[in-house]
């Protein structure tokens, strides 16, 4: 994916406007998992939907998959990415059973049906699936998904989100709503299920600490710029005294 001149204002033309997005660019390479943190305001949670398609941008352009998306909407984007929210209520269907979540996340790819799902080679499937959760789902295929607890129900999002094996997967905050043991957890599921599927994510964290323990790379968004880029060895070595500096800046 590369994003160019990317901008987005608020409130055009009046007292309250505010530039958000300024120019922003940024190439995005295929196994990239990028780490976004940044300041409340700086912009990244912008950067973050623009890209989604759940803000529209002002200018520039996201070049995905050799399409210019910018001016698509969320659903035709939706045939190259996928998105776990903060809310972990929000990736799920909470009436329907962890089968049936799984049977609508999959209907994004393929033609299957509700009725047939419990085909025993389908029904094998999916709790071979649910067992790397290492959550005990594999065992609650039929049980309402509202029953779930919060990293339960995040973790089926998750995998949900990644079983047509996007081009790019968007973490939005997506541990933020966990307690520590949860996110931890979640994190680690995450961690499993990118580098097994070789999936090119960027994630959004609070989490200076998930920032630097997780991807190959990192990006500080920084009044609507991107302020830092750093991967690899570089990104190794930094710490978190590093980046509250840079904050501070």
Known sequence: MVVKNLQKVFFPGTENEKHILKNVSLKVYDGDFISVIGNNGAGKST????IAGTLSADAGEI???????????????????????????????????????????????QTISL????KVDQWNRYRKLLKTLNMGLED??????????GGQR???????????KPK???LDEHTAALDPKTSSDVMNITQEIVTREGLTTMMITHKM????????RLIMVQDGQIKLDVKGEEKHNLHAEDLVKLFQE
Not at 47 to 50: G, I, K
Not at 154 to 164: D, P
């Open 209 to 216: 600490s998930d920032a630097l323990k997780y991807g190959n």
């Open 47 to 50: 950067l973050l939907n623009t």
């Open 154 to 164: 995040q973790a089926l999002s998750l995998l949900m989100a990644t079983l047509s």
């Open 115 to 118: 009725r047939r799902y419990k």
């Open 140 to 149: 609650r295929l039929e049980t309402q998904v509202k029953y779930l607890s």
């Open 63 to 109: 070049n995905l998959e050799h399409h210019n998306v910018v001016k698509k909407p969320v659903s035709y984007r939706a045939r190259w990415m996928s998105r776990v929210f903060q809310d972990p209520k929000m990736g799920t269907a909470g009436d329907l059973s962890v089968a049936e979540n799984l049977v609508l996340a999959q209907s994004h790819t």
């Open 168 to 170: 790019l997967l968007l």
